[in-house]
């Protein structure tokens, strides 16, 4: 892992209009955006997965944000889909998530994981991080911004 969770955003898996508000529609329009994904060796497997563990506890982080996540034998990376829903989707807890970001990592990699979860967490911390996130117009410049607020954090640690 490159220890940067912007080199793993790919504009192709990057949804900025999630039409769906029902929880499992939504999962699963922005789990489509890994269909094909090399580092997927089973996407039928880490979707089921995914979805098992997002029944266990809430993915929520608070603020709007949900991260679905899966630690699984199916993929061979870490992948990475995000998507956001103007209208907001139910999650638990009464929080309406605005803006999701899936990952699915390798069971053998723990530490990647939480080094993941950990930049994000920090990243998302910061109110002007998550206004730009929810206002970036394109996948293009939702890439650059994270990149960018990644950068800043690197800075300051």
Not at 17 to 34: G, M, P, S, Y
Not at 75 to 91: E, N
Not at 128 to 151: G, H, S, Y
Request: aromatic share 8%; proline share 6%; with cysteine.
């Amino acid at each position: 892992m490159s220890g940067r969770f912007s080199a793993l955003l790919d504009p192709v898996r990057v949804s900025l209009k999630v039409t769906n508000t029902d929880r499992t529609a939504a999962l699963h329009e922005i789990a489509q955006l890994l269909v094909g994904h090399p580092a997927i060796e089973s996407f039928d497997g880490f979707y089921t997965e995914l979805l098992a563990r997002d029944r266990l506890d809430t993915t929520s982080l608070g603020y709007g944000f949900a991260v679905p996540h899966a630690r699984t034998e199916h993929v061979t990376d870490i992948i990475l889909a995000v998507g956001r829903s103007k209208a907001g989707i139910p999650f638990e807890g009464g929080d309406d998530v605005h803006m999701i970001f899936m990952l699915g990592t390798p069971k053998s990699r723990p530490g990647d994981y939480l080094q993941i979860l950990s930049i994000l967490c920090r990243l998302l911390k910061n109110p002007a991080n998550r206004e730009a996130f929810l206002n970036a117009p394109t996948p293009e410049e939702f890439v650059r911004i994270v990149t960018e607020a990644e950068a800043q954090l690197a800075v300051r640690s």
